[in-house]
């Protein structure tokens, strides 16, 4: 069965540096995600991404974040100068839109866990 | 706006017994409601999901979960529980219809089944 992937599943980095957590959707699907889940919180939506280029955004998705879809297969979230409260596990999902089996449905990939210390 | 609200963050249930895990939500348009479960150390399962038609809608592992307009609910339930379904329930709303729109999460309810 087809499913999303993320890389790393663990990235722990300085304050202050770049970080870029990487995502392969599933094939054919039209809609990206990206979302953050702070420790003890709940899941919080930060972007999505249709036609190579962002459909909507959250507060959350500051100047700090970026998304981009370099290739057809991977989707990536850029976070330019990481902060303390960025750390968080962050999930990649994907919607196949319109006429796809459960084109309604968005599947998460595993998560990365980061940590900025 | 959407939001969703889990009243219960934590239920506890003996293995073998039933289990309701409720879920209310605030939409001033038509939506689509889906449960997703997240196992420890992994990501978000998809349960089931409602987007039209008959309001009990059935998923894996044997939950089911019954839209109430009127009430604006979408409760979780399985007659018997396992082990296994030691995890944690997220309800979740987005807008229907097409368009890439996001799902907003309510804060999950702890599930712990007890032999």
């Known amino acids: 069965e087809p499913e999303v992937t993320q890389t790393p599943s663990h990235q722990v980095t300085q304050m202050g540096q770049e970080v870029i957590l990487r995502c392969v959707p599933i094939?054919?699907?039209?809609?990206f995600y990206w979302y953050r889940q702070i420790l003890g919180q709940k899941v919080e939506f930060l972007v999505s991404f249709y036609n190579n280029e962002i459909s909507e955004k959250s507060e959350i998705f500051d100047d700090q974040f970026s998304v981009e879809r370099p290739d057809g297969s991977n989707f990536t979230l850029k976070i330019r100068s990481t902060k303390l409260e960025d750390s968080a596990m962050y999930f990649c999902?994907?919607?196949?839109?319109?006429?796809?089996?459960?084109?309604?449905?968005?599947?998460f990939g595993p998560g990365t866990r980061l940590t900025v210390l | 706006a959407q939001s969703v609200t889990q009243l219960d963050s934590q239920v506890p249930v003996f293995e073998e017994a039933p289990v309701e895990l409720r879920c209310n939500y605030s939409s001033s348009v038509s939506v689509y409601l889906f449960w997703y479960v997240q196992y420890p150390n992994q990501g978000l399962q998809l349960l089931l999901k409602?987007?039209?038609?008959?309001?009990l809608v059935k998923g894996i592992n044997g939950f089911e979960a019954e839209f109430n307009k009127s009430q604006t609910s979408f409760h979780l339930r399985k007659p018997s529980v396992h082990i296994s379904d030691t995890a944690e329930y997220f309800c979740a709303v987005s807008r229907s219809g097409a368009g890439s729109y996001q799902l907003t999460f309510g804060k999950g309810t702890k599930l712990s089944v007890i032999p």
């Open positions: 094939s054919n699907h039209l809609y």
């Open positions: 999902a994907s919607r196949g839109g319109q006429g796809a089996e459960n084109g309604d449905t968005q599947y």
């Open positions: 409602y987007l039209s038609g008959s309001t």
